[in-house]
């Protein structure tokens, strides 16, 4: 009993906190973005049918950025909070763009987590924890 309550445990555990690929690009450190032009726009899941029209009008700008649970248009990941921890810093992060390949973040968001080297670093392995919307103001 006691070992299969420690591999759910772990299943659990592995499924909550991934290793991931992170980059950044600049297009989402423009404010003034509109989320019109992103995978979370409108539909039921969208960011616009919740009231926010810009990059910057997320309360977590400018720590936003393209995450690769984001399927496609109006999928349910869209406004999803991660936790992305690099070498002990982390930030919280809102989805709200698709990803082909762990998360794509502004470059200030991911100065932040990485000491002010993200073009030195350009991609780095971090680990991302989905956390509750609430960490990221939403």
Not at 1 to 11: E, N, R
Not at 73 to 88: D, E, P
Request: proline fraction near 1%.
């Amino acid at each position: 009993m006691k070992f299969s309550s420690t591999v759910i445990s772990l299943v659990t555990f592995f499924s909550v906190v991934s290793a991931v690929n992170v980059r950044y690009d600049t297009v989402y450190d423009n404010s003034k973005g509109s989320l019109s032009t992103v995978t979370c726009s409108d539909g039921a899941n969208g960011l616009l049918t919740k009231g926010f029209t810009t990059f910057g009008s997320l309360p977590s700008f400018p720590n936003i950025g393209a995450a690769q649970v984001v399927e496609g248009w109006n999928s349910s990941a869209c406004g999803t909070c991660w936790k992305i921890t690099f070498v002990g810093k982390s930030i919280n992060v809102t989805a709200m763009d698709t990803g082909k390949d762990g998360f794509v973040l502004s470059l200030e968001a991911m100065n932040t987590l990485t000491g002010g080297h993200a073009t030195d670093l350009g991609v780095v392995d971090a680990q991302a924890t989905q956390i509750a919307k609430s960490h990221c103001g939403l």
